[in-house]
């Protein structure tokens, strides 16, 4: 314990800049996908995430979208704690056996017309969990998924670029009625 306290304070505290997003792209971005939502819906895009085994990496990212930095409300997205609520569902991880079920019934809940987007690079081939006898596989093996959007973790401003993807892909990126496929 000494030796810890003696190294801390002879070499300081470890400090990195936050990183700073283009504030102008970030306002344009997600300005673009709350206007195309309102077109689409009539209205903001209510989402749901739902962590389907992951290790919380994307989960932080997609929380971010909330934080004053980012705050994506201002320009018409929420965030909604029932799926009954939401419009596109962003799934993140590998799906676990233990949330198979829960996955599936979200998916159900939620009305029609709606959109799956799995979320960094496990909810779209398993990632990092890749084999292990604790996923039953990638979103896609579960419920259909309309969207991937890849990274590990994808940075807030992607997961909002493919928000706005969604959007502006036009009639073959009407919200599905539970057919099975993958994304794009």
Not at 2 to 11: E, V
Not at 88 to 103: D, F, K, Y
Not at 110 to 122: I, L, M, N
Request: charged fraction near 20%; charge should be neutral.
């Amino acid at each position: 314990m000494r030796a810890l306290l003696l190294d801390a304070l002879l070499k300081g505290t470890a400090v990195t800049k936050p990183p700073t997003p283009d504030a102008e792209m970030l306002a344009a971005v997600a300005r673009a996908l709350g206007e195309r939502a309102r077109h689409r819906l009539g209205r903001s895009l209510a989402i749901r995430e739902v962590d389907a085994g992951s290790c919380n990496g994307c989960e932080l990212e997609i929380h971010a979208l909330n934080n004053p930095v980012y705050d994506v409300e201002r320009f018409g997205l929420k965030f909604v704690a029932s799926p009954r609520h939401a419009d596109a569902l962003l799934v993140t991880g590998p799906v676990t056996w233990n949330m198979r079920e829960a996955l599936e019934r979200t998916f159900q809940a939620t009305p029609e017309p709606k959109w799956v987007v799995a979320v960094g690079d496990c909810g779209a081939g398993c990632g990092v969990f890749a084999g292990s006898a604790a996923c039953v596989g990638p979103v896609s093996a579960v419920i259909p998924v309309d969207l991937e959007i890849k990274g590990c973790p994808p940075p807030p401003i992607e997961i909002l670029k493919g928000l706005l993807a969604l959007m502006d892909a036009g009639a073959d990126a009407k919200p599905r009625s539970g057919s099975r496929g993958t994304g794009a």
